[in-house]
């Protein structure tokens, strides 16, 4: 097992090699009660019961779960079962899933312990970590939330084996990403025959760990994890979500490396690179060429927006990203026609 230290308002430990069914016994020796929050169909594959102090809320499925009208189906479920401020919520299942029950922990009599045992790939090196938690606004994306970190985020690279493969390659989107804003050889080990994803996910985390360690409320520095996001959850919300979030990150990161290229200087072997290795594991890298007005709206509701500047994050070279300021509403439309289909 490897551990992997996060300081944040609280310091907490990301633990990779774990085993995340027997996580779930220790918390709840931990604990007076536990609410465990997972979708209805990981509950099914991983047979989950209630014991005498663990109480299950069985989520909607995917992006769906992250509703207010969700968030208060928890709330009730909390106060049912007498959560108190020594009890702990249990995240298990994809980002969706950690970021709902980080969010319930956070706001549930104002903040309990809460412990992310990620399941999907992308939940292992992204979402779980950090300590972003929210639910979805009708207008976008994660525009309700709030920054609280968990108690302990536990993972278990074994649960991958049980993972459909479209949710397998959308995780390793958030992987090539922390390759291509810090960790090159991230890049190298994606290309092997035989992947080690327990070494990719121990890179990746160390990735955003350091990041978020410096800058937890996200006031510059942790934007850079955004790498690809801000085009990418503008498609995942055109996509009304049928487009898995790496996958709209993937297409997302294409657009970031062209528009690096004509603000930033960065060369035309790493945008090939982009491509080749997303398309490697089957992940779209062009969208609808009618979609841009549509995505053009959207992309004025990004968090980033300040002042209704446009702002991205770019890279200048692999390694090395860059604040794209104030980029200029002609230059856009240019650029999203070399991704567009």
Not at 150 to 179: H, N, Q, W, Y
């Amino acid at each position: 097992m490897k551990t992997i230290n996060i300081k944040a308002e609280r310091n907490y430990q990301v633990q990779v090699g774990v085993d995340g069914l027997a996580a779930i016994k220790q918390i709840c020796q931990d604990h007076n009660r536990v609410l465990l929050i997972a979708p209805g169909s990981l509950i099914k594959l991983f047979k989950l019961k209630e014991s005498k102090n663990l109480i299950i809320f069985a989520s909607p499925e995917g992006e769906n779960q992250k509703s207010v009208a969700t968030l208060e189906r928890v709330w009730r479920k909390c106060a049912s079962a007498g959560l108190a401020r020594e009890d702990a919520i249990i995240g298990f299942g994809g980002g969706a899933t950690t970021d709902l029950a980080g969010f319930a922990a956070a706001t549930w009599l104002r903040g309990i312990s809460w412990y992310a045992i990620p399941t999907s790939l992308a939940g292992m090196v992204d979402a779980a970590i950090g300590g972003k938690s929210g639910v979805n606004a009708a207008t976008g994306k994660n525009l309700i939330g709030s920054f609280y970190s968990p108690t302990k985020v536990l993972i278990d690279p074994t649960f991958l084996k049980k993972l459909p493969l479209r949710d397998l390659s959308a995780g390793m989107a958030e992987v090539i990403k922390c390759g291509f804003i810090s960790d090159y050889k991230i890049l190298n080990l994606v290309q092997e025959d035989e992947i080690n994803y327990t070494e990719i996910i121990q890179r990746a985390v160390k990735v955003k760990a350091d990041v978020v360690s410096k800058d937890f409320r996200e006031s510059k520095l942790r934007e850079i994890l955004n790498y690809g996001h801000t085009l990418g959850h503008a498609i995942e919300k055109d996509s009304k979500y049928k487009l898995r979030h790496g996958e709209a990150v993937s297409i997302g990161m294409v657009f970031a490396a062209e528009l690096s290229k004509d603000l930033a200087g960065l060369d035309s072997d790493a945008i090939d690179l982009h491509r080749e290795l997303l398309t490697r594991f089957n992940l779209p890298i062009n969208y609808p060429k009618n979609r841009w007005q549509s995505l053009a709206t959207l992309l004025l509701q990004d968090k980033k927006v300040k002042q209704d500047r446009l702002r991205f994050i770019g890279i200048s070279r692999i390694g090395k990203p860059v604040w794209l300021e104030d980029v200029s509403s002609s230059l856009l439309p240019k650029v999203y026609e070399r991704i567009a289909k």
